[in-house]
Every structure is written in C-alpha cells, then in structure tokens.
C-alpha cells in the first residue's frame, strides 16, 4: 500500500533547509531594499527643504537668504523661520520633522562671490538625517552633506555643479560598485545617479 503524504522527518529536514537558505539571502534582500529607499527618502527631505525655504522667502518679500538677514542673524533666527515652512520643531541649529528627518544648519561667514545671482552664492552647509529616530548617524546611509546657497537651494557634495561640470568628486570618493573613501561625498552619487544607492 502506498503512504501518502511526508513523514515527520522528511517535514524538519525541508524546513531546516529552508531555513538555512533563508538565513543566507536575507540579510542581502534586507540590505537591497534599505539602500532602494535611501534616494527617495533623501530626495523628499531635500525637495521638502528647498520648498520651505521658497515660501519663507515670499513671506519676507525677498528673494535671497542675505536679504533675509541669515548671516547677521544666525542659524536660531534662520531655523525659527524655517520651521513653521517644514513643519519641524527648530532646536538652535537643528529642525526636525515630524517623520523623523533632520537638518543640522551651518552657516558660513563668507558670502561667496559677490554680485553673483543667489543660487551661485554659497551660504553654509547642511547636513540631513534621514533617519534622525537613530541616535547614530551614518554618512552615507542615513547623513548627508549639503551646500546651503542663497535662493535657499540646496546643492550635494560632491554634485556636478550648477554649470554642469567639473565638480563631479563623488566619482573619486564615493564611487559606483566601490566602498567610499569619503562617504561625505555619497550625496552627490546619488543625486548624479537618479537617486540610486550604487555603492557598498
């Protein structure tokens, strides 16, 4: 007579097997789609940034940081301004979103070059955490570099610049299928490659 069905230890031995597949894929596929959510994530923050910074400069009726009084006045008064925009609490330097993004602002003493229109105008630097919930910040998975310049955009270090040029160094310290040198740099990796995760 034939048995149907499998026996108990034919069951254990199929699921250990399962097991074992599963225990050595899993991380990679854990892994791929963290990195697949780094470019949306870090392009909405940016997105979302640039647009506060736009309607804070039509409240004011100006059209550049400078005018708004950013380097006289500090990274407090700037942030203060700019929360309400980003519906983020504002803490000295730092705003942080309700979904848990943040962005550390650095303001620098030079102005750049002047007599330059705005988004030529370097004002400082900004750092985002996308991932603001974990007390450690990692560049290049959850922190990323950034120039603040004066219409309130943002440009990634490391980007090709606003000329569509030379500044491409994420080429060098942050490459494609490479561990970065620098991963201060990945910013403008990502940027230059339609918001994807192409390094390890």
């Known amino acids: 007579m034939k048995r149907k069905g499998f026996t108990l230890s034919e069951v254990l031995i199929t699921l250990g097997i399962i097991g074992v597949v599963a225990a050595l894929t899993l991380p990679s596929l854990i892994s791929d789609t963290s990195s697949a959510q780094i470019g949306p994530k870090l392009g909405k923050a940016v997105s979302m940034f640039e647009q506060a910074n736009e309607a804070l400069l039509?409240?004011?009726?100006?059209?550049?940081?400078?005018?708004l009084g950013i380097v006289t006045n500090g990274e407090a008064a700037y942030t203060t301004g700019l929360s309400n925009h980003l519906?983020?609490?504002a803490n000295g330097q730092t705003l942080r979103t309700k979904d848990n993004v943040s962005y550390l602002i650095t303001i620098a003493n030079n102005a750049g070059a002047a007599g330059q229109p705005p988004h030529r105008r370097y004002r400082g630097t900004v750092l985002v955490d996308i991932n603001a919930s974990n007390n450690v910040s990692t560049a290049g998975e959850d922190a990323f570099w950034f120039g603040l310049f004066d219409d309130g955009s943002?440009?990634?270090?490391?980007?090709?610049?606003w000329q569509g040029g030379a500044d491409t160094s994420w080429t060098v310290n942050c490459p494609a299928n490479a561990v970065p040198t620098n991963a201060s740099y990945c910013a403008g990796h990502i940027f230059d490659n339609n918001m994807k995760v192409l390094y390890k």
């Open 154 to 161: 943002l440009r990634p270090k490391g980007h090709t610049d």
């Open 58 to 67: 039509n409240d004011n009726s100006v059209d550049s940081l400078e005018d």
């Open 87 to 89: 519906k983020a609490t």
